[in-house]
């Protein structure tokens, strides 16, 4: 389970009903399946993970985010979680609207591209970062929309999106302190509740 | 015989004495439905899957009627030991439909009130009534709810059709490459294959029986324009592209030229017409063509499908034309409106309308993997 994805488990009540966008092979769904009783339904477009998701017993459409999510209703959900995914769609901001407007709060992860190690990265050898975490090169990345903790609040304070709450992974596990502390820099997962 | 497959399979028979009021006012008085059975129900009678078949198909989905058969059912990929309908762990029913010309009531049965077969007076079908039907063989098998009801095409409307007149009698719903209802475009294929069938001389208004005539090449005909809408542009030029059976197209020569896919078409029209019953071909057409799963929901499918209480497994096919992704994607935003459990996928496949019986690797993975949840609750 990645880390990011044990965090946002508390905001989520049991037995609600959650929407996963970019659900993958669904382990995260199954986990809140079985720990959170949630009703749970996953958009995902890989085949194969579309797949394994089934074979753990979830509801999965395969629907493309890029395309609109015009087919689901306002409110029909408690809960939307798209983990690490708004760095890979088209129109983040879209995305985010159809979000909150589907669900009643949010849940978004992305990697914060200003993380010091990407920072340094860039500054030092002047090239796009690739690292474990981000093992892409800029020409064939699914990553197309990077952008920084400063950046998604500066987009949600413009589009009128309340931040009811945020928590920060940093590089160690033990003591995210400095990426709470300072995330624009020391955050390397920002993870987001937010609501209209 | 393939080592994955139910083996030797034997069609029963069962008669029903009580009368079934159909959907177009008459009453039928007494039928019988062939069906064949695969795998074993269990004690709790909870692993029953019904198989509903598609405009052209009939009872034999699975196995093998002797050991000299050389083509299985027309459903045996999909059904059979550690195939997706696995008959290791489901016991499976499969029906010819009344209406149908293999061995249940239909048009070639005699009707009781003259002695003489029915022909075209055979009375015109809707599909619930086949879901009445089926669900009367359920009673009969001693299945009160059944772990699935699946179908492809014409099978999946049935399916879509049980999930909404026997809400309590089955737990999920699997609609493979079907549609709410017909498109003008198909209904007017129909057309024509009804047409070629009735402007056929030895059709004598459906009397043929009767008159000792049979309406081959209408009826050839009719499958012809069909199994062209069944495969698609690139599955076709897969299969014969522009390859000459006979003949040359040389300059300077007059041998005729005959392509591949003509005289594919020909053996396909010929099979068919030498093995279907053309007033059962017109009678399914329209069945085909008179479904609307909302019609009496004020045409709203979401409102529709709020009556059904089971789980749905709906897939499409990239290049079926005439069953498109976008009609089951109109079934997939109905379900997911009305806040009912729904899985959905496109399967990438080059063969059509027609992938539905064909061994495509995802298909037969997410389908089986689907039915792994559905054996879960057995």
Known sequence: MRLDLTHIQRWIAPGSKVLDLGCGNGEFLQRLAVERQVRGLGLEIDPEKITSAVARGLNIVEQDMDAGLGNFPDQSFDTVVMAHALQAVHFPDRVLDDMLRIGRQGIVTF????????????????????????????????????????DFEALCEERGIRILARDMVGNTQRRPLLANAWPNLFAVTAIYLISR | MKTSSVGIVTPQRARFDEPLALACGRVLTAYELVYETYGTLNSARSNAVLVCHALSGHHHAAGYHSAEDRKPGWWDECIGPGKPIDTNHFFVVSLNNLGGCHGSTGPTSINPATGAPWGPDFPSLRVRDWVHSQARLADRLGIDCWAAVVGGSLGGMQAMRWALLYPTRLRHCVVIASAMRLSAQNIAFNEIARQAIQADPGFADGHYLARNTVPAKGLALARMVGHITYLSDDAMADKFGRDLRSGSLELGGEEPAEFQVQSYLRYQG?????????????????????????????????????????????????????????????IVDALIAADRPVTYAEIEANEGHDAFLMPIPRYLALFGAYMQRVRGAC
């Open chain 1, 111 to 150: 990697p914060n591209f200003a993380h010091w190690r990407c920072r340094l990265y860039l500054g030092s050898r002047g090239r796009m970062p690739v690292s474990r975490f981000m093992p892409y090169n800029w020409y064939d990345t699914p990553n197309i929309h990077f952008c920084t903790v400063k």
């Open chain 2, 270 to 330: 010929n099979q068919f017409s030498g093995s279907f019953d053309a007033n059962t071909y017109i009678l399914m057409t329209q069945a085909l063509d008179f479904f609307d799963l909302a019609r009496e929901y004020g045409d709203d499918p979401v409102a529709a499908f709020r009556e059904a209480s089971c789980a749905f497994l709906v897939l499409s096919f990239s290049t079926d034309w005439r069953f498109s992704p976008s009609r089951s994607r109109e």
